[in-house]
Nanobody, 120 residues
Framework: QVQLVESGGGLVQAGGSLRLSCVVS????????MGWYRQAPGKQRELVAT??????TAYADSVKGRFTISRDNANTVYLQMSSLKPEDTAVYYC???????????????WGQGTQVTVSS
């Protein structure tokens, strides 16, 4: 059973910082890529940042220069969020493209989400 578990969300004032973490557990062969998405009330889920296995990153225009995605070992990804704005308020979800065995194609897995609330 593959699980993604996020942590680090909370309430912060505008201009503050938070760091989200996402840990992948379970028997896997390889993580091809990991990313963070968010969904604000009444809006569709949107891409925030991605990190490929080779190290390349991509960010939504709205967070460039403020958020940084990183990975410190094989199974944990972080999202460092700085200069937070009220419009960053959302549930943040981690996702990963995972190959469970060497012969399988990658499948997408999602975490349960962590709430980030930025007060003005």
């Amino acid at each position: 059973q593959v699980q993604l578990v996020e942590s680090g969300g909370g309430l912060v004032q505008a201009g503050g910082s938070l760091r989200l973490s996402c840990v992948v557990s379970g028997r896997i062969f390889m993580i091809n890529a990991m990313g963070w998405y968010r969904q604000a009330p009444g809006k569709q889920r949107e891409l925030v940042a991605t990190l490929a296995s080779g190290g390349s990153t991509a960010y939504a225009d709205s967070v460039k220069g403020r958020f940084t995605i990183s990975r410190d070992n094989a199974n944990t990804v972080y999202l460092q969020m700085s200069s937070l704005k009220p419009e960053d308020t959302a549930v943040y979800y981690c996702n990963a493209a995972i190959r469970r065995v060497v012969t399988s194609a990658p499948s997408i897995y999602w975490g349960q989400g962590t709430q980030v609330t930025v007060s003005s």
